[in-house]
């Protein structure tokens, strides 16, 4: 069995100019990591309609899941929903039940539902509703498309009522052994371990501390006692046990 | 005059899978926004060979620069080389130039310049080396695609050596208007503002503190009086000045 696959697709301006380094991309991945979804690409794009448009439609065709972030707030730059509901020939508007959760929010919060604000409720036909418990504009799933903000804590939250919904797979088991000695003492071994258990992924990140250099190799599979095998094979070989 | 265009590929597993936190797309996007070289799109992809020279083919034809980072060590998963030959047809094998700085690194070590380190000096015909002044094994250039290393400390070192040879355009200038009301409140004025300033750049990045939303208008321009004269039409509409 193999698990799910995933892309991960970030609109934003403010991360390509280098004014704000990613945090929804390194949580996501994290999150699909335990649920057993393998992340295999992620895409970022600028404001750019012709630039969203193509990306999600070659990420949709070629993943299970594709999360986007950012883009759908109320200003002029946020144009993702109009940009989804193009890539997959939806028409949209503003829709009824969206309308309703913000009238309800601006009610009580005594705000204005403002032209603006209504832009948020434009939502494509077809599209189900992402709860947003943080600021209320909601994200939607359209086909295997989940669309989210890119505020932090509301993209988190988004993120958390939609794992649930979605198939997942074996968690990806992790353990790290860290080796005192650069890249080129190790890689012989390591290429050989990898030969003899090619059912999982064996990567070697290399480091540099006070001037010496070091490697943190981190064996990856969905089944715990072959991953425990593998490092107790490469600690063998390396000498450390 | 249009500024050159950029496009930067990460290559890892480690990314992905959710274990590291990306740091060397925000230096570079921070790097290239100062000397006028617009970063238009970044991918992600792992350590897999198809993958990569999909990746590497597209943006290579669709920006003026490429700059990648990460698969360029001596162990197993380190592909990059091989598969940025493959994406022009160019041949690849162990390079005097290269092997020669191997070679003089590891003799003042006095570590062996075995097999798997060799892999460091493989090197596409009709490659330009880039210096590694931090761990020697150098980057490489060929055509529009400048190959760097994963490790921040060389990365950066790299894009230091790299960025002073590639065309710059206008230093893209940028200032920040932060305003304590939700975007729906400001989203009819700074609509019209980026119609009246359309050769400007004018994005809007909410956030929410302590329980309150407000945004960060991002004025972003290579002309600094048209960005000054926007920042203040702004806050001029928004009743702050």
Chains 1, 2 share one sequence.
Do not use: W
């Not at 999150?31 to 750019?48: A, C, H, Q, T």
């Not at 309703?100 to 189900?128: C, F, K, S, V, W």
């Amino acid at each position: 069995m193999t698990n799910p696959t995933a892309a991960m697709l970030v609109i934003g301006d403010e991360i390509l100019s280098g004014r704000t380094r990613d945090a929804n991309m390194f949580h996501l991945a994290g999150e699909l990591s335990k649920r057993g979804i393998d992340l295999n690409e992620v895409r970022i794009v600028s404001d750019d309609r012709d630039a969203i448009i193509a990306a999600v439609t070659a990420l949709s065709q070629a993943y299970d899941n594709v999360f986007t972030s950012g883009g759908i707030g109320p200003t002029h730059d946020d144009i993702t929903a109009d940009c989804i509901a193009a890539a997959f020939g939806a028409s949209i508007d503003v829709r009824d039940d969206a309308r309703a959760i913000l009238a309800e929010h601006y009610a009580q919060t005594g705000a204005e539902l403002n032209e603006a604000r209504l832009r948020m409720a434009r939502i494509p036909d077809g599209a189900t509703l992402i709860d947003n418990p943080v600021s209320k504009a909601p994200g939607f799933t359209l086909n295997n498309v989940h669309v989210m903000a890119g505020v932090p804590s509301v993209f988190q939250a988004m993120v958390a009522t939609v794992l649930p919904l979605i198939t997942g797979g074996q968690p990806l088991l992790s353990q790290t052994l860290r080796v005192d000695r650069g890249e080129g003492e190790i890689a012989a071994p390591l290429s050989a371990l990898a030969e003899d258990y090619a059912d999982l992924s064996i990567g070697c990140y290399p480091f540099q501390k006070n001037g010496a250099f070091g490697a943190n190799i981190v064996v990856r599979g969905t089944d715990g006692a072959r991953v425990e095998s593998a490092v107790a094979a490469l600690a063998h070989k390396l000498g450390l046990a």
